[in-house]
């Protein structure tokens, strides 16, 4: 269902295998999540079934933190939040850009159709980083591998 009815229809929809949770699902959530332990098959029967549809199937939890320029950055989808500043959206970024030389990180984020409104949500929201640049190489491989893994879901 993708009109409003949805979310005066279903309050919530739990779905299970065996007496364990595979899925919870609350349609006025963007997200949702599942439970692959509980059916092997399940994650390749998700990624199928959404491959035309603009939609992805991230883990779930923290996959990098760091600290840089005295500031705390967590990735776990489907966020990078930046600690005291908020979360953005991994959605919104366009596009990555890895250089290993210089141990870099770079990010472009999606502008909005209405730049009025993008620039006084760049005022108020999050910061968004545009360039993350790591001390240890170490920990940049670790944080470009999560980056690189997650570009091929969201179209990075």
């Not at 005295?70 to 930046?82: A, K, V, W």
Request: aromatic share 8%; with cysteine; proline share 5%.
């Amino acid at each position: 269902m993708t009109s409003f009815h949805r979310f005066v229809s279903l309050t919530r929809l739990d779905a299970s295998r065996d007496g364990q949770r595979l899925l919870t699902y609350v349609p006025d959530h963007p997200t949702f999540k599942i439970d692959a332990s509980v059916s092997p098959d399940l994650d390749i029967a998700i990624r199928s079934s959404i491959e035309s549809e603009s939609a992805a199937l991230l883990p779930a939890g923290t996959l990098a933190d760091w600290y840089a320029d005295g500031q705390h950055y967590e990735l776990s989808p489907p966020n990078l939040c930046l600690e005291g500043e908020g979360c953005n959206k991994l959605t919104n970024i366009t596009s990555v850009d890895l250089d290993d030389e210089r141990r870099e990180i770079r990010l472009e984020w999606e502008i909005g159709s209405d730049l009025t409104i993008a620039k006084i949500i760049n005022k108020i929201g999050p910061t968004k980083p545009r360039q993350l640049q790591f001390d240890s190489a170490e920990r940049y491989e670790a944080v470009a591998r999560v980056f690189e893994a997650l570009s091929t879901e969201l179209d990075w």
